[in-house]
């Protein structure tokens, strides 16, 4: 299940000794491949999941994501779940990739796509998306894209996407 996969993800940031290590907590970025990010998306779950496809290289990438880490905050703990998928190099997935997030104070799960070829995982995700980036997806309960924006989000427009389909779950 989905549970366990994102448990084991988290388990080795909580070894961390002392009282510091509760708000310096390392940011783990497991890889992901297209399978697992099928099963991802695809999978039935209660809540609505929010996805963002960024790189470190990407300006607008980096300039949006302290504005994802509010929408983190705000949704996460009781409507959504989000999760950051980096298109960066698979060697930066101890390094770099953490170090920028960390840096972002980010904490919602974080993915690094481990594949030899992108091109699947992007049309699994949306065939009308040609992989440019920061790349943003709110997928209903079933699994359906209900929300995309390509390039830098627009705060208001995604709460208003996020805040229809949290509504809709009482229908």
Not at 82 to 92: E, G
Not at 98 to 116: D, E, H, Q, R, T
Request: glycine fraction near 4%.
């Amino acid at each position: 299940s989905l549970f366990v996969l994102f448990a084991s993800f988290t388990a080795p940031a909580q070894k961390r000794k002392g009282r510091a290590a509760k708000s310096q907590k390392p940011v783990v970025v497991s890889p992901i491949d297209t399978e697992a990010l099928k099963a991802l998306i695809t999978e039935q779950r209660e809540r609505p999941l929010l996805v963002n496809f960024w790189a470190r290289w990407c300006d607008p990438c980096r300039d949006e994501f302290p504005d994802l880490v509010k929408i983190d905050a705000e949704y996460r703990p009781h409507a959504m779940d989000f999760v950051t998928i980096s298109l960066d190099d698979f060697s930066d997935i101890k390094t770099s990739v953490p170090k920028f997030l960390g840096s972002m104070k980010a904490s919602m799960p974080a993915y690094l796509l481990k594949v030899p070829d992108p091109e699947p995982a992007i049309d699994l995700v949306d065939k009308g998306w040609a992989g440019s980036l920061p790349a943003t997806f709110l997928f209903n309960a079933k699994g359906e894209v209900v929300y995309k924006h390509f390039g830098r989000v627009d705060l208001n427009e995604l709460r208003a996407a996020i805040d229809k389909l949290v509504k809709k779950t009482d229908e």
